[in-house]
C-alpha cells in the first residue's frame, strides 16, 4: 500500500514564524501536490511538483512556497506564517506522468494554527 | 471556482438505505473521481471515471458520469454506519505539456448512516 507520511498531526506556530510542513511518500511517485482544506471552501491546491526540483504554482500560492530536492520528499514553507493560513494541510502524491488517470493518495493531514 | 459542486452538502440516512451524491462540474474533463474522508483524516481515492466511460461499479458504489450534462453521481447501496463521512468528487482538465494530473475538488457532501 502506498503510504504518505505528514511529520506533524498537529502544530500550533506564531504569527510572522518560519514554518516547514514535511510529506514524504514511499512509492517512487513523481507528482506530489499540496492542498489546504477549509470549512465551506473545500481542497483547494497550493503547488504542485512533477519531478525532483520541479514545482508549479496552484490557485493559492501566495504565502507559501514548496521545496523538492528528493523524490520522495515533498516541502511546504511558510516563510512568515499569518492567521489567515490557519487550516489543515493535505499532501498527496500520484504515480503515471503523462496520463492524467492517477488517483491521488493522501496523508492524513496536518492541523495548522498560527495564533 | 471550484470546478465540481457536491449536492446535497449534507446527506442523513439509516443504515440499509442507499445514498445518492451528485457532482456537477463547469468545464470538460478528461475523468472524474471520487474521494472518501473520515473526520479529520486524509482522503481516500474510492473510483475513477473516464470520460468516454459512463458507468462504473467498485463494490457497493456505483457512478456515473453525464458529459452533456457536466455531472455525475455516486451511489452507496445498503449503506452502513461505517459510511459515514464526507464524499468528493474530482476532476482532472485536460491539460497539455506537463506531465501531471492537476485535481480539483468540489466542497463535498456530508453523509452520516445511522445505525
Known amino acids: 500500500d502506498v503510504k504518505v507520511t505528514q511529520s506533524s498531526r498537529y502544530l500550533v506556530k506564531r504569527t510572522g514564524e518560519k514554518v516547514f510542513l514535511e510529506c514524504v511518500q514511499d512509492m517512487d511517485h513523481e507528482n506530489m501536490f499540496w492542498y489546504r482544506q477549509d470549512p465551506g471552501l473545500g481542497l483547494r491546491l497550493i503547488y504542485f511538483?512533477?519531478?525532483?526540483?520541479?514545482?508549479e504554482k496552484g490557485d493559492i500560492p501566495e504565502g507559501y512556497s514548496v521545496s523538492r530536492e528528493k523524490k520522495e520528499r515533498f516541502s511546504l514553507i511558510l516563510e512568515s506564517a499569518s492567521t489567515n493560513q490557519t487550516s489543515m494541510y493535505l499532501c498527496?502524491?500520484?504515480?503515471?506522468?503523462?496520463?492524467?488517470?492517477?488517483?491521488?493518495?493522501f496523508g492524513n493531514g496536518t492541523r495548522l494554527t498560527v495564533t | 471556482s471550484q470546478q465540481g459542486e457536491e449536492d446535497p452538502q449534507a446527506l442523513s440516512i439509516q443504515e440499509g438505505e442507499n445514498a445518492t451524491m451528485n457532482c456537477s462540474y463547469k468545464?470538460?474533463?478528461?475523468?472524474l473521481q471520487w474521494y472518501r474522508q473520515n473526520s479529520g483524516r486524509g482522503l481516500v481515492h474510492l473510483i475513477l471515471i473516464r470520460s468516454n466511460e459512463r458507468e462504473k461499479h467498485s463494490g457497493r458504489l456505483r457512478v456515473t458520469l453525464d458529459t452533456s450534462k457536466k455531472s455525475s453521481s455516486l451511489l452507496i447501496t445498503a449503506s452502513r454506519a461505517a459510511d459515514t463521512a464526507s464524499y468528493f468528487c474530482?476532476?482532472?482538465?485536460?491539460?497539455?505539456?506537463?506531465?501531471?494530473?492537476?485535481?480539483?475538488f468540489g466542497q463535498g457532501t456530508i453523509l452520516t448512516v445511522h445505525p
Open positions: 511538483s512533477y519531478d525532483v526540483k520541479m514545482k
Open positions: 468545464t470538460s474533463i478528461n475523468n
Open positions: 498527496a502524491s500520484s504515480f503515471l506522468p503523462g496520463t492524467y488517470n492517477s488517483p491521488l493518495h
Open positions: 474530482a476532476t482532472v482538465r485536460p491539460a497539455g505539456g506537463t506531465s501531471y494530473g492537476k485535481l480539483t
